[in-house]
C-alpha cells in the first residue's frame, strides 16, 4: 500500500508543496511507502498532469492523502462526480488532513458504512463550498471585464472526437485506452461517456 500525496496550488508564483512536509509526517501514519504529486494549477480543471499521473499509477487499496478538499478539487458537481467516479474505480481510500473523520480506517460492518456515508457527505459539501467559493471570484472578475468592454469567446466541442471515444468504448476498451487513442485526457473520456449516458436514457 502507497500513501499518495497530492499538493496544489492555482499559479506557478504560488508554492504547491507548502503543505508538503506536513503530509508527509502525517502519512507515516499509514504507510511506509509515499509517493508525492504536485500541481501548479487551477483546482477547476479536470485535467491535471500529476493528478492524472496518480490516478494512472495508483494501486488498489492505496491512500489519496491531501491537505483539504480545495486543494483536490474546485470542480463543477458534474467534474466533481468524474474525480470521485475515478478515485473510486482505482479503490482509493481518500484521506483529507484537515477532516478528522478521515483519518481512522473503518470496518465493512454497519457503523463502517454509517461512518463512510457521513465520510462522503462531509466530503461533497466542502467540496461544493470551495467551487462556490471560486464561482464567487469568478463573477467578481467577470464583473470587471464586462465593465472595461472585454467580451470573451466561448470553445466549440470536438463532435468527431466524441464520437471516436463512444465508438471506441463500444468497443470494449478502457477509458485509459480510449484516452490514448483519441489524443485526450481521461476525464474528458469520463465527460463524454457520462454526457452520452445521460442523453441515451
Do not use: W
Not at 74 to 86: G, T
Not at 170 to 184: D, N
Amino acid at each position: 500500500m502507497t500513501v499518495r500525496i497530492y499538493v496544489r496550488a492555482s499559479t506557478k508564483e504560488q508554492d504547491a508543496e507548502r503543505a508538503l512536509p506536513d503530509l508527509v509526517k502525517f502519512a507515516k501514519e499509514y504507510g511506509d511507502t509515499q509517493a508525492h504529486y504536485s500541481d501548479n494549477y487551477s483546482g477547476t480543471k479536470l485535467e491535471r498532469k500529476d493528478l492524472n499521473r496518480l490516478l494512472e499509477e495508483a494501486q488498489q487499496g492505496d491512500v489519496l492523502l491531501v491537505e483539504s478538499v480545495d486543494r483536490l478539487s474546485r470542480l463543477k458537481q458534474d467534474d466533481f462526480a468524474i474525480l470521485k467516479q475515478r478515485i473510486k474505480d482505482k479503490g482509493l481510500r481518500l484521506v483529507v488532513a484537515d477532516l478528522p473523520t478521515t483519518h481512522a480506517k473503518f470496518n465493512d460492518d454497519m457503523s463502517g458504512q454509517i461512518m463512510k456515508v457521513i465520510n462522503d457527505m462531509l466530503i461533497d459539501l466542502l467540496a461544493t463550498m470551495a467551487q462556490l467559493d471560486n464561482d464567487k471570484r469568478i463573477e467578481r472578475i467577470k464583473q470587471g471585464l464586462e465593465r472595461s468592454g472585454y467580451k470573451p469567446t466561448g470553445k466549440k466541442a470536438d463532435t468527431a472526437k466524441h464520437d471516436r471515444i463512444i465508438e471506441l468504448n463500444k468497443k470494449g476498451l478502457t477509458k485509459e485506452e480510449i484516452a490514448k487513442a483519441v489524443g485526450c485526457g481521461v476525464a474528458t473520456v469520463y465527460r463524454v461517456l457520462d454526457k452520452a449516458k445521460g442523453q441515451a436514457v
